[in-house]
């Protein structure tokens, strides 16, 4: 059996110990287009197996975030609906130490803001060592870190979005400069990895594809 798929079970396990207010995911990172290779409770955020890695998941895997830790844990995330979620993925490594998965657990908040229960900090505490876990409490500061969703066209459209969303200008009114910086942006977070993210960058950006790829060379 594959490595990856001694997980599987694990899936279940968590979705069973904090119940049906708690979707898991089990991440293949080699075909970021069909990620997905186990859920429990995806109803929550409307994915299945076969859907792609999240924007956040991209980025993590174009920084090799997962080199000097083993999880991040307890973030803000948002369905495509609107719900927000308490999440928290860990990295699973060969024996080489090379990244070839992600096992992903978000909790639905309750409208105080606080997580269904504490279950889930005590999970990742007992699986992920060497953290520090955030509080449940959603601040009203508290950005929005990952979006989940259902398909590979709404993924590279919430990477830039969120890309976007630290100009305070619409897109036409922005320079060749802020621009290219977008585009170098979207290039650090992996969004280039997505087949088909040139022609959709360049028509939000109101450009041709072919500047698109001067940007990246950065000519």
Do not use: W
């Not at 975030?65 to 060969?94: C, D, P």
Request: proline content about 2%; charged content about 20%.
């Amino acid at each position: 059996m594959k490595l990856l798929e001694t997980y599987i079970p694990l899936v279940n396990f968590i979705a069973d110990i904090i119940g049906p207010n708690c979707e898991v995911l089990l991440h293949d990172v080699v075909d970021v287009q069909n990620s997905v290779i186990a859920v429990r409770n995806g109803y929550i955020s409307g994915r299945q197996i076969g859907c792609p890695l999240t924007d956040l998941g991209l980025e993590l895997l174009e920084k090799k975030s997962y080199i000097h830790q083993s999880a991040i844990v307890n973030y803000l995330s948002r369905t495509a609906s609107g719900e927000k979620l308490r999440s928290s993925t860990y990295f699973i490594k060969n024996e080489n130490s090379e990244l070839i998965g992600m096992l992903c657990v978000n909790i639905l908040l309750s409208p105080d803001g606080m997580a269904v229960n504490n279950l889930a900090d005590k999970l990742i505490n007992a699986l992920v060592t060497n953290h520090t876990l955030a509080g449940t409490v959603v601040a009203e500061d508290e950005k929005v870190v990952e979006s989940l969703q259902t398909s590979i066209e709404n993924v590279v459209d919430s990477a830039i979005e969120k890309i976007i969303g630290e100009y305070d200008m619409p897109v036409e009114r922005m320079s060749i400069n802020e621009k290219i910086a977008v585009v170098q942006k979207l290039n650090a977070n992996g969004v280039f990895k997505i087949k088909g993210a040139i022609t959709k960058v360049a028509s939000t950006l109101q450009t041709s594809e072919s500047t698109i790829y001067r940007y990246l060379s950065g000519k």
